[in-house]
């Protein structure tokens, strides 16, 4: 018996996502993930001034702005050959930490817990409808009340970012040739006492409260498991041209790491609301919207890397580093951005405590001297890429690739299926009823952000996006 | 305490460095709350948006977000927060709407395509039909008792609608023909957001600038309460980001700019964009980003925008 069923809205995630999935004999056959927005950001970006990228690529997701700040200021940095000081390197990465922490800590209990600890039955979590509940009542009730402490634990790290950054989200400090803010006493004793309250959280609860739901429903190892290839941009740059990365890039096929080739990314628009239209004003064809386009089912493009779709997020960066060694299943990516947040924390106390007081880091060049310019960082949610063609200063090509594009890749031409919809099929689904709580829980293991994975488009998607 | 007293405080608090108003709040509407036992019921969507304005609301401090739910609002819908999904939700919707019809408070998160009949956002799918903004919003605006805009997109289109605008991106005021207030900001201040809500819940409706937003929070500019005014007075302007005199000259738009940011600040009042020595860019503003970009450069010589209106930094300079 084949059945057809449409998952919509997905709730707790930044931005709008639907799935339509087919089920025969209770197991998942099909699915298709669909972002349903689409704002054009790309095409915003065009004919201003690139000084303006950081401010405003930040404007492309609020739950992850900094990231966009970031890997924009690296960009913009190229384009002037900016030299970056010790404490502009330190304060960039423990602003850039801050915001991890954030995200990490909001994404587990604000939008995955609910997944699986059964919620209040009051506004806004009436219809919970969890099926599968398995936590003791004392257990629920201790991880209800996380669920709240959470909400201060991640304000405080946006305290840290605002300290230093002058507003949350979308700070202001953080832009190229460093930032803008000096790293005074005051300020670095205030955010380690920030960090110290952060640091007692994810020690006393995010850690044992992932490793509870880890035990309780361990089943979920063996589901959503995605084909073992993932891919990380690398994260947390230092030295004075951003030459150096803590964490580092690389590519997993299998049993087989090896490095990161920028040249063997792809993306195409088979089945995304996208064509490519003849344009009378320059030689390359133009991409543009086409929302009615049949067969396509997704604002968002697919994002290949040597023609394959790949993995990214906390779980391929902690398994590249060799910080976690497991599957790629769902519980294991919780797992991993748990023990991701925890390796953070400690690295920010470290950070902060190699600060030198002094004057704001910050020197700001004005010639520039590239104009064909590609900027990466990982994000919270994975590998996030900026390019940038210019000319006198005014940008002519903006393209961004987010790591939700890489995760929540529609079809190829060939049907090869992304990281997602490849978790999904196969799935089991013992009863009707189980249904969308077995599909959330494994979609919301990816941390989808559809806000950050809908607004862009490239031109001559024939090529590929690096010069 | 009545409507005047509160404003008063918000008015009063708001000017006071040293304070913040949201901790004055809390006890005034716990107060509320025992006496009234009273909530405001919301049905908060979610359109073309960045998300940025639902975790700046995460970043509300007295009262928490777990408190706001607990005693100030029922937040029946929400894509972010909301413990159902899939078609649970979808019928908690229409639940509510129907329930709450002329009662619920609709907050709009996102600026609304219209173009090709709103197909660029779909809020919900079904088997049948796809619920775009566009459709939600006029359904739902039409059973709302107060329309709230939360953010610069949905009270005027803000970024997402910035040129060229291909899905044809508006605020919910040229959507809908009703009083709309708007809570601007790129993101909003949650105390703005929180603030509001707080008013309605107690007061309804508060006093809305020619804009159609609260008075209490955008009564003034930038430029007026500006810790570093003094240097532009006496015309000691930064040579760049960094620097700890007047940000006018690195692009400030704090002198055409509505907003309380000098005082209330961002996140426990930790700093605020030109404390950071960095400019304002004007993100509570109608015509942001366009107006307002390129960012860095002086506000009179800023050329994007609509070129009709041209930004001048006497206009809108207030005394």
């Not at chain 1, 320059?282 to 890397?305: M, N, R």
């Not at chain 2, 907003?259 to 503003?285: E, F, H, L, M």
């Amino acid at each position: 018996m084949t059945e057809r069923v449409v998952f919509s809205p997905i709730t707790r995630l930044s931005g709008l996502l639907s799935a339509e999935v087919t089920v025969e004999n209770g197991v998942i056959k099909e699915a298709n993930t669909s972002s349903t927005m689409f704002r054009g950001y790309e095409w915003i970006m065009r004919d201003r001034k690139v000084s303006d990228a950081v401010y405003l690529t930040q404007r492309v997701c609020g739950i992850c702005s900094l990231a966009h700040g970031a890997v924009a200021s690296y960009l913009l940095d190229q384009v002037f050959d900016d030299d970056l000081t010790d404490n502009a390197q330190y304060l960039r990465n423990i602003m850039f930490a801050a915001d991890f922490v954030q995200n990490h800590i909001r994404h587990f209990y604000l939008f995955s817990l609910p997944d699986f600890v059964v919620m209040p039955n009051k506004p806004p979590f009436l219809n919970q409808n969890l099926q599968d509940a398995r936590l003791s009542a004392q257990d629920n009730q201790r991880l209800v009340n996380h669920y709240f402490e959470a909400i201060k634990a991640a304000q405080k790290s946006h305290e840290i970012l605002v300290l230093f950054g002058g507003k949350a989200p979308h700070q202001h400090s953080f832009v190229h040739g460093g930032v803008a803010v000096a790293p005074s006493a005051d300020k670095i004793n205030r955010a380690l006492a920030l960090l110290s309250d952060i640091t007692e959280f994810v020690k006393y609860c995010m850690i044992p409260d992932t490793e509870l739901i880890s035990r309780v429903y361990r089943d979920y190892y063996m589901l959503g498991i995605t084909p073992g290839r993932l891919l990380s941009f690398g994260l947390f740059r230092f030295g004075k041209k951003n030459e150096q990365v803590l964490w580092g890039s690389g590519v997993i096929n299998g049993n087989e790491l090896s490095s990161l080739d920028l040249s063997l990314i792809h993306e195409e628009i088979t089945h995304s609301w996208y064509e490519v239209r003849p344009d009378n004003d320059t030689p390359q064809p133009c991409l543009e919207p086409s929302p009615f386009k049949p067969g396509a089912y997704s604002w968002i493009k697919s994002v290949k890397y040597a023609d394959r779709f790949f993995e990214v997020g906390p779980l391929s960066r902690m398994i590249i580093n060799g910080f976690y060694r497991g599957g790629t299943s769902a519980m294991d990516r919780i797992y991993a951005r748990t023990i991701e947040t925890s390796l953070i924390v400690q690295l920010m106390k470290g950070w902060l405590e190699q600060l030198v007081p002094g004057p704001p880091p910050i020197e700001q060049k004005t010639e520039i001297v590239r104009e064909r310019v590609i900027a990466i960082t990982d994000a919270m949610r994975g590998a996030l890429l900026h390019s940038a063609t210019l000319e006198n200063e005014q940008i002519k090509e903006y393209n961004i690739i987010t790591p939700t594009v890489w995760n929540f890749s529609p079809k190829d031409y060939y049907g090869n299926r992304g990281p997602v919809e490849s978790a999904l099929e196969g799935t089991k689904i013992p009863s009707k009823e189980m249904i969308f709580t077995i599909l959330g829980r494994i979609i919301r293991s990816f941390d989808p952000c559809l806000a950050c994975a809908t607004h862009v488009l490239d031109a001559d998607q024939k090529k590929s996006v690096i010069f | 305490m009545r409507q005047e007293q509160y404003i008063s405080l918000c008015n009063n608090w708001s000017r006071s460095p040293e304070n913040f108003l949201s901790e004055e709040l809390l006890p005034v509407i716990e107060q509320y709350r025992l006496e009234t036992g009273k909530k405001l019921p919301v049905i908060w969507i979610e359109t073309n948006d960045s998300g940025d304005n639902n975790i700046s609301f995460l970043n509300t401090s007295s009262p928490y977000v777990g408190r706001v739910f607990q005693e100030m609002i029922d937040l029946l819908y929400s894509n972010t927060f909301m413990g159902a999904q899939g078609p649970d939700a979808l019928r908690l919707l229409e639940y509510a709407a129907q329930q709450y019809r002329g009662q619920f408070t609709l907050v709009v998160e996102g600026a609304i395509p219209v173009k090709d009949n709103g197909i660029y956002n779909i809020i919900i799918k079904t088997k049948e039909d796809n619920l775009t903004a566009l459709k939600a919003v006029r359904w739902l605006g039409s059973l709302a008792q107060y329309i709230v805009a939360l953010g610069t997109c949905a009270s005027f289109g803000g970024p997402s609608s910035a040129r060229p605008n291909i899905t044809g991106s508006k605020g919910v005021r040229d959507i809908l023909d009703r009083e709309i207030i708007n809570v601007s900001g790129c993101p909003v201040n949650p105390d703005w957001f929180v603030g509001t809500l707080a008013h309605l819940l107690m007061y309804g409706k508060p006093k809305l600038d020619d804009l159609g937003r609260p008075t209490l929070f955008y009564g003034f500019t930038v430029h007026r309460h500006c810790q570093r005014r003094s240097y532009f007075d006496r015309q000691v302007f930064a040579e760049k980001l960094g620097d700890i005199e007047c940000m006018f000259s690195q692009g400030c738009v704090g002198p055409r700019t509505g907003s309380d940011c000098p005082y209330r600040q961002w996140v426990q009042g930790a700093n605020w964009p030109v404390r950071a020595n960095t400019p304002c860019i004007g993100c509570t503003n109608k015509d942001f980003p366009d107006g307002s970009t390129p960012f860095f450069t002086p506000l009179p010589e800023k050329s994007s925008g609509n070129d009709q209106n041209p930004p001048s930094p006497r206009r809108e300079v207030s005394p």
